[in-house]
């Protein structure tokens, strides 16, 4: 059974950055496609950045393009999510999720709420406030 623990949730000032972590033990996640999503109050959880498993394909969401980065080492197991130049919007609870299925990064950012997602971690609190 895959278990998925995220890390690096904090308090930071807007403008400022974190790295979160999702990391994977016992099973490795070299052929899992890896998503970070998050789900702020009141709101729907939506898919902020995905990464393949086979040829580094990523994908993210309008609103954190060229300010995340998401990247794999598979040596370590982990998937990171780099973020730059946050801002109060992004507040949220950050979820790490894996799957096999999917044949795209989009399709699994996008549509994950139509067919689903099987793996799913406890997600962890990015609060951005001054």
């Known amino acids: 059974q895959l278990q998925l623990v995220e890390s690096g949730g904090d308090l930071v000032q807007p403008g400022g950055s974190l790295r979160l972590s999702c990391a994977a033990s016992d099973v490795t996640l070299d052929y899992y496609i890896i998503g970070w999503f998050r789900q702020a109050p009141g709101k729907e959880r939506e898919g902020v950045s995905c990464?393949?498993?086979?040829?580094?394909?990523?994908y993210y969401a309008d609103s954190v393009k060229g300010r995340f980065t998401i990247s794999r080492d598979n040596a370590k197991n982990t998937v990171y999510l780099q973020m730059h130049s946050l801002k109060p919007e992004d507040t949220a609870v950050y979820y790490c999720a894996a799957d096999l299925r999917y044949r795209s990064v989009q399709a699994m950012c996008v549509a994950y709420q139509d067919y689903g997602i099987d793996y799913w971690g406890k997600g962890t609190l990015v609060t951005v406030s001054s």
């Open positions: 990464i393949s498993s086979s040829d580094g394909s990523t």
